[in-house]
T-cell receptor, first 109, second 115 residues
Framework: DAKTTQPTSMDCAEGRAANLPCNHSTISGNEYVYWYRQIHSQGPQYIIHGLKNNETNEMASLIITEDRKSSTLILPHATLRDTAVYYCIGRAYGQNFVFGPGTRLSVLP | DTGVSQNPRHKITKRGQNVTFRCDPISEHNRLYWYRQTLGQGPEFLTYFQNEAQLEKSRLLSDRFSAERPKGSFSTLEIQRTEQGDSAMYLC?????????????FGSGTQLSVL
């Protein structure tokens, strides 16, 4: 599994875009980048995943650099309910999801 | 889709006792995972089922831990002779496919406290 590194914590003002970075310099060609988040007292929740191309869904956008060594999760208009721990995971077909400590995002009013 | 259900939500036990947790996955999901999470850490993989077959166990998983999924539906995780170090959140997740697009759906977990 690719080792990912994320900042321990970040703050974001409510209504602004939250940009969460993830470094995965050792990711292999068949490993997808996944993002999950975990709100206090709940299980992790799937957000988005991608391989090479940028991806967007109703929750977020995922921007992957051309060399695939890093990515950014973008929450376009953060709300207080987006306060959570965000996990970036590199995972290939058939592998388990390996969670690191993640980034604790605090959305401030 | 009623989501992944875990019971109980909280369990307090004394050291040395046995405990059992239950997980009911999303009905059509044939893959089921157990994870453990301690404070400040991400979830740690314990074991994985495809239908009723247990296909993988973490090398770090003690022999005191056992999991079953007898009919390929619900699963149970038993911890025998609990230790204080077993105190953690135990999370269950299910998925429909293990290909590149696999998405795990997690339950809310069972919080175990061993006194």
């Amino acid at each position: 599994d690719a080792k990912t590194t994320q900042p321990t914590s970040m703050d974001c003002a409510e209504g602004r875009a939250a940009n969460l970075p993830c470094n995965h310099s050792t990711i292999s060609g068949n490993e997808y980048v996944y993002w999950y988040r975990q709100i206090h007292s709940q299980g992790p929740q799937y957000i988005i995943h991608g391989l090479k191309n940028n991806e967007t869904n109703e929750m977020a956008s995922l921007i992957i650099t051309e060399d695939r060594k890093s990515s950014t999760l973008i929450l376009p208009h953060a709300t207080l309910r987006d306060t959570a721990v965000y996990y970036c995971i590199g995972r290939a077909y058939g592998q388990n999801f390996v969670f690191g400590p993640g980034t604790r995002l605090s959305v401030l009013p | 889709d009623t989501g992944v259900s875990q019971n109980p939500r909280h369990k307090i036990t004394k050291r040395g006792q046995n405990v059992t947790f239950r997980c009911d996955p999303i009905s059509e999901h044939n893959r089921l995972y157990w994870y453990r999470q301690t404070l400040g850490q991400g979830p740690e993989f314990l074991t994985y089922f495809q239908n009723e077959a247990q296909l993988e166990k973490s090398r770090l998983l003690s022999d005191r831990f056992s999991a079953e999924r007898p009919k390929g539906s619900f699963s149970t995780l038993e911890i025998q002779r609990t230790e204080q170090g077993d105190s953690a959140m135990y999370l269950c997740a299910s998925s429909l496919t293990r290909d590149s697009g696999e998405k795990l759906f997690f339950g809310s977990g069972t919080q175990l406290s061993v006194l």
